[in-house]
């Protein structure tokens, strides 16, 4: 499975085409960049291993691993990248605004479960994280 997140950049806050295998599975939110400042940016571009996680606020999640000079990087529900994120990725069902979204838990139950699926049959997955140039 290729699992890629084509983003567009904003002042105050990030959007993204979450793509499975070349299909669009749902949108994203996060941090606006900010130098990979913890707590206040977006990660890098890149590309990151994925695994799972079990987070006591969350529940089950996926984890980015390999990121530079950050840890705990997450792709879990929010609606709202600056009141709800630290560096995290958020999948939306609908984008309301850069860095805002609706219908999270919705998104992200579909994300997880075919992430999921796909780490159950192979050893490893990752994501790469690019600049959004899909027209």
């Not at 400042?37 to 890149?46: A, F, K, L, N």
Request: proline content about 7%; some cysteine.
């Amino acid at each position: 499975m290729e699992i890629k997140l084509h983003r567009t950049y904003y002042s105050n806050g990030t959007n993204g085409l979450l793509m499975l295998d070349n299909q669009l599975v749902c949108y994203t939110i996060e941090l606006p960049w900010r130098d990979n400042e913890p707590r206040v940016s977006c990660i890098p571009e890149g590309e990151y291993p994925l695994a799972k996680r079990l987070s006591p606020n969350h529940g089950k999640c996926l984890l980015l691993k390999n990121v530079p000079n950050r840890s705990l990087i997450l792709i879990h529900p929010a609606n709202n990248a600056i009141r709800e994120l630290q560096g995290c990725i958020a999948p939306v069902s609908k984008l309301t605004g850069p860095g805002c979204g609706d219908r999270s838990r919705m998104a992200f139950n579909t994300v997880l479960q075919q992430v999921y699926a796909a780490l159950n049959k192979q050893h490893s997955l990752t994501i790469q994280i690019v600049k959004n140039e899909l027209k």
